[in-house]
C-alpha cells in the first residue's frame, strides 16, 4: 500500500495513471505492476506498507496532531497526564504508525515512551494506545492491518463497544 504523506504524485502501473493527493493511499497488487510514481515539478512524500494482510483492511492515512489541542471527554479514561484530544481506543486489527515530524509521548497499553521523527510504533489487536502529549506539532502516518475478531473498524473503547481482543504481545 503506497500512502501520500505529503503533496502529491502520480502513480502509473500496468492499469494506467492515478494522481493522489496527501492522505490518498493505492494498493498496488504485484499482478499490476510495475508501479512509478512522480510528482512532476512538485515535491512529494510517499510511504509505503509492505506485508502480507487479508482483504478486510482497517484505516490508512495521515494524522496531524499540536501540543494546544484542546482536550474533550472521549475515549477510554486514563490515569496519565493528557494534553491532546487524542483518545485512548483499540482497534480488532493491528496498526502501525510512523512518525513524520514533530515529538511526543506514545502510550501503548502500560508502556509510555517517547517518539520522535522516524519513529515507527507497533502496535498490536487489541492493545488501548494514545498519543497524549506533543511537544512540537506531530504528523504521522498510520496504517491498520487485517481486521480480526470481531472486525470492527475505526476507534474502539471498552466503555462503548467492550473489552478488547487482545493479541499478547512479543517482546
Known amino acids: 500500500r503506497l500512502l501520500v504523506t505529503s503533496g502529491s504524485c502520480r502513480v502509473r502501473s500496468a492499469k494506467g495513471a492515478q494522481v493522489l493527493s496527501e492522505g490518498q493511499f493505492l494498493d498496488m497488487n504485484g499482478a499490476n505492476g510495475p508501479f512509478t510514481a512522480d510528482a512532476g515539478e512538485e515535491a512529494a512524500q510517499v510511504l509505503v506498507f ?9 484505516g490508512c492515512g495521515v494524522f496531524k496532531l499540536g501540543p494546544d489541542t484542546p482536550v474533550p471527554v472521549r475515549g477510554d479514561p486514563v490515569i496519565y497526564p493528557k494534553s491532546t484530544n487524542f483518545d485512548s481506543h483499540y482497534h480488532d486489527c493491528d496498526e502501525y504508525w510512523v512518525i513524520i515530524e514533530g515529538a511526543g509521548t506514545v502510550v501503548v497499553g502500560s508502556r509510555s515512551f517517547e517518539v520522535e521523527v522516524g519513529d515507527c510504533v507497533a502496535i498490536g489487536m487489541g492493545h488501548h494506545h494514545d498519543l497524549p502529549e506533543v511537544w512540537s506539532d506531530v504528523k504521522g502516518a498510520y496504517f491498520e492491518t487485517t481486521l480480526e475478531g470481531r472486525k470492527r473498524f475505526g476507534h474502539l473503547w471498552e466503555h462503548t463497544h467492550g473489552p478488547a481482543d487482545l493479541r499478547p504481545e512479543r517482546v
Open 50 to 58: 509492505y506485508g502480507r494482510w487479508g482483504n478486510e483492511l482497517g
